[in-house]
């Protein structure tokens, strides 16, 4: 049977990326090393993804001061939340298929 | 089918980090029985010290004590109620961070932050509350105030870990409730929700999720 894989997004072919929309899905704002840290990636790594979800309207960037330290934190967008809601229908309707 | 596999992989992915961004998971069954234990201690010191050995008190009990012997009253129990609190505190972060680096996460996470503040709320009040009431001699309301200030410190807190913890704190609630109804058993009572609850709730929890 021929499954449509038409929902899924380019966006989340890679696993970092994926990680990170799951996250800011269940939660308002995820800062920059908490990702780091429950994602297990480098910093590089990280930034350049979210860099790309930025780009892409996927991500929003919160850029705020914590006295004098500077906190980055992410959230998602409503489109970024639609698509990545999407890609998991997909997903979920591909494996039921089966 | 190769893709098929990838995709599986990518859901159990996604589930994961979501539970695990949102949830605080190192709990450890194992607090909630050293909890238990040691609150069913500091209950029997206080009992055979302080309460004449009786676990159900009679309306008239405090009444017929003089001055003196309600002031030793009340600094005993004070001390063993804060002796209870503190250990079991103790040990519950303990037995959790341990958790945490046997897993390999951190203990202190967005997450873990959120619970810790969405406790500390109604704990603060009731801790609060509980020492109004007591300087205000208002004995009878102490007991239910620990219980249900205690339960809906945990409801609160089952939105960000464990759902059998938002169970824990209904029936907590209910279990000062009924304290409140019947003072006569409130110690009783007290054994009942800070003691046996904990114990059952930890082995609950230890066979569920740390075997």
Known sequence: ?98 | MDSQSEYIEDLRIIKKVMEESSRFLSLSGLAGIFAGLIALAGAAISVFLFLDGKLILADGFFNDKTVHEMSRLKIGLSAVALIVLILAIGISFWLSYRKSVQKGQKMWTPVSKRLLINMVVPLLTGGILIMILYSHHNWQLVIPSMLIFYGLALVNAGKFTYNDVFYLGMIEILTGLMAAAFPAFGLLLWCFGFGVLHITYGLIMYRKYER
Do not use: Q, W
């Open chain 1, 1 to 98: 049977m021929k499954v449509d894989i038409s929902g899924l997004s380019k966006f989340f072919e890679n696993r970092i990326r994926l990680g990170i929309m799951s996250i800011l899905i269940v939660n308002d704002s995820y800062d920059f090393n908490s990702l780091k840290a429950a994602l297990g990636v480098t910093d590089g790594n990280l930034a350049s993804h979210l860099k790309s979800l930025e780009d892409n309207s996927l991500v929003r960037v919160n850029k705020k001061f914590i006295g004098k330290k500077p906190n980055t934190s992410y959230s998602a967008t409503e489109t970024g939340e639609k698509i990545f809601r999407t890609h998991l229908k997909a997903l979920e309707d591909i494996i039921r298929k089966k």
